[in-house]
């Protein structure tokens, strides 16, 4: 057997987890294995520690445990070899988080236990990107095992925050805390990160310009959407996605409705696009708005709570600001997209042409 270190356990397991875990001892009961798919920063890495752990203890006797925790495909496809020479029970269980589509790996799995039957189990844990191609064909070798992680529900969070404050002996109020768990709409490394950031800015406003200049969320939000195809991220925030992509989207707990689950990502995917464009990150969620109902008029009212929001539109509207905003795109937008164009509809507001 490789060697291994029993990842050590960061912390307390929230409720989420420990019904997971005990699925997870049911079907090490019936030799039954699992898939654990989710966003990054979801917690699976989490899971995967606590299941490890149990497994080393209390796996059956006959059964030998291969554990694998890698970042690189090369490691794992030496892993999956020498899961191929072994003749006796196995479990293996698996963590991954790669730059790259790892779909294959999961046909080599399902492989494995074709072959050995009940003497080969698996437990694989795995962010959206290494196995998106698999679960858009909706491969049954990843269907028939799978399990989603989702978002955390409000004591949940209230753990993940307790588990980061006691460490430095503080606390947070519970309208903080709210706060927290509003912002990160469930998503346990955001919780962490706005804990942290809470902790570190006591005064701050958390609003999203403030969200977006610290490193810690830049990072958080935008490992989530390098989670997924570029393509499908593009479509999501344009409004192009099929009924077939909304539908496995809101599966995997990317979507609400039609729309990110969290509206931050839509803010850091206009700064990241903002960049590329030589937008600013206003013209950059302007545009956005325009490109949502490309040929149809945009009104101004609608421009501006882009602009300054839902809740001080209407004390900040100015609408100079918003002529010399659009003025500044169409100038940009004649070098970087020469086939689209934003037209005045005169009284009424501003449509783009593509």
Same mark, same amino acid.
């Given at each position: ?23 997870? !001892? ?5 030799? =039954? ?30 059964? =030998? ?19 191929? *020479? ?57 269907? @028939? ?13 209230? @753990? ?6 006691? #460490? ?51 990072? !958080? ?10 393509? $499908? $991220? ?5 409004? @192009? ?10 599966? $995997? ?46 009104? !101004? ?5 882009? $602009? ?21 795109? *169409? ?11 934003? #037209?005045?509809?005169?009284? !009424? ?6």
């Amino acid at each position: 057997m490789p060697p291994y270190a029993i990842p050590r356990l960061p912390g307390a397991i929230v409720d989420r987890d420990k019904k997971l875990l005990k699925n997870v !001892k049911q079907k090490v009961l019936l030799h =039954e294995p699992a898939t654990f798919i989710g966003m990054a920063g979801v917690g699976k890495d989490h899971l995967f520690t606590a299941v490890v752990q149990y497994l080393e203890s209390n796996r059956p006797k006959e059964y =030998e445990l291969f554990v694998c925790n890698t970042i690189s495909v090369e490691e794992l496809r030496e892993f999956i070899a020498i899961l191929q *020479k072994q003749d006796t029970p196995v479990i293996a269980c698996i963590n991954i988080f790669l730059t790259e589509d790892a779909s294959w790996l999961v046909d080599a799995l399902d492989n494995l236990r074709y072959k050995h039957q009940e003497g080969f189990i698996f437990y694989l844990f795995s962010g959206t990107k290494e196995v998106y191609s698999a679960f858009n064909v909706t491969s049954k070798a990843l269907m @028939q095992y799978l399990t989603m992680l989702h978002l955390v529900n409000y004591n949940d969070a209230k @753990q993940i925050i307790a588990e980061h404050t006691n #460490k430095i002996k503080s606390n947070l109020s519970e309208d903080e805390k709210k706060e927290i768990f509003e912002l990160s709409c469930g998503h346990a490394g955001l919780v962490k990160a706005l804990t942290l950031l809470r902790l570190e800015n006591p005064d701050a406003r958390f609003t999203s310009t403030f969200l977006l200049a610290q490193p810690s969320m830049v990072y !958080k939000l935008s490992s989530i959407l390098k989670d997924f195809p570029a393509e $499908i $991220i593009d479509k999501v925030v344009h409004g @192009q996605l099929t009924n077939t992509e909304k539908t496995q989207l809101r599966q $995997i707990g990317l979507l609400q409705g039609d729309k990110f689950f969290n509206p931050l990502l839509s803010d850091m995917y206009r700064m990241i696009h903002a960049n590329k464009r030589d937008f600013s990150f206003l013209e950059e969620r302007v545009y956005d708005l325009l490109c949502q109902q490309t040929g149809k008029i945009v009104s !101004k009212n609608d421009i501006a709570k882009a $602009i300054w929001g839902e809740d001080d539109w209407e004390i900040k509207y100015s609408e100079w600001a918003i002529s010399q905003l659009m003025y500044r795109m *169409k100038k940009k937008l004649v070098k970087l997209e020469p086939s689209a164009t934003i #037209k005045v509809a005169k009284g !009424k507001g501003y449509l783009l042409q593509a």
